[in-house]
Nanobody, 116 residues
Framework: QVQLVESGGDLVQAGGSLRLSCVSS????????MGWYRQAPGKQRELVAT???????NYLNSVKGRFTISRDNAKNTVYLQMNSLKFEDTAVYYC??????????WGQGTQVTVSS
């Protein structure tokens, strides 16, 4: 029922910034949690950041202080602001939501490539 569409991935030099967007086809107001995962070639998918309905955020240790997750309920959009990008941030980034205790949804991913 819910579709998530990511955008904003690009090629950027180390030290640069990008902002990823995730637009939901439905309201995100009642969703328990939303977040971003990433997967680099040959590596496991890892959780990057989450934001709860109450606005509580959590981050992967390696991105703390550099990435910021936020949500705009009026626009049904979740953002990931990425600053001071490093080569190791290169990955496909996926938007995710846990709508309730029974339903979750994934976006198709957007490629972020950081050159050294």
């Amino acid at each position: 029922q819910v579709q998530l569409v990511e955008s904003g991935g690009d090629l950027v030099q180390a030290g640069g910034s990008l902002r990823l967007s995730c637009v939901s086809s439905g309201s995100i107001f009642n969703m328990r949690s939303m977040g971003w995962y990433r997967q680099a070639p040959g590596k496991q998918r890892e959780l990057v950041a989450t934001i709860s309905k109450a606005g509580i955020t959590n981050y992967l240790n390696s991105v703390k202080g550099r990435f910021t997750i936020s949500r705009d309920n009026a626009k049904n959009t979740v953002y990931l602001q990425m600053n001071s990008l490093k080569f190791e941030d290169t990955a496909v980034y996926y938007c995710y939501t846990q709508a309730n205790l029974y339903d979750d949804y994934w976006g198709q991913g957007t490629q972020v490539t950081v050159s050294s």
